[in-house]
Nanobody, 123 residues
Framework: QVQLVESGGGLVQAGGSLRLSCAASGRTFRLRGMVWSRQAPGKEREFVAAISWTGGTTYYADSVKGRFTISRDNAKNTVYLQMNSLKPDDTAVYYC????????????????WGKGTLVTISE
């Protein structure tokens, strides 16, 4: 059964930090690149970051580069998104997704998405 479960969202003041986690079933995670995306109220879902199976390749949206870090622990079937220097514009539901292969991918190629975790950044 495909399963992706995001956690770690919450309410944080601007300038603060959060670490999101995405726990995946083995079939969903093993030998797969992983993606984080987000959807703000009234906006379309947008790409945030992606990581290859080995962790050797990562990509970031320009809006989060230098503030967010994607990482993974393959022994724990978990991918993380460390978010620092948070801004109100980062308020969104954050989703993790599975790429079709070992490479990092864009949101258009994601096979499965989790249900998301809400991140709210106050002024």
């Amino acid at each position: 059964q495909v399963q992706l479960v995001e956690s770690g969202g919450g309410l944080v003041q601007a300038g603060g930090s959060l670490r999101l986690s995405c726990a995946a079933s083995g079939r969903t995670f093993r030998l797969r690149g992983m993606v984080w995306s987000r959807q703000a109220p009234g906006k379309e879902r947008e790409f945030v970051a992606a990581i290859s199976w080995t962790g050797g390749t990562t990509y970031y949206a320009d809006s989060v580069k230098g503030r967010f870090t994607i990482s993974r622990d393959n022994a724990k079937n978990t991918v993380y998104l460390q978010m620092n220097s948070l801004k109100p514009d980062d308020t969104a539901v954050y989703y993790c997704g599975t790429c079709p292969g070992t490479a990092a991918c864009g949101t258009e190629l994601v096979l499965y998405w989790g249900k998301g975790t809400l991140v709210t950044i106050s002024e």
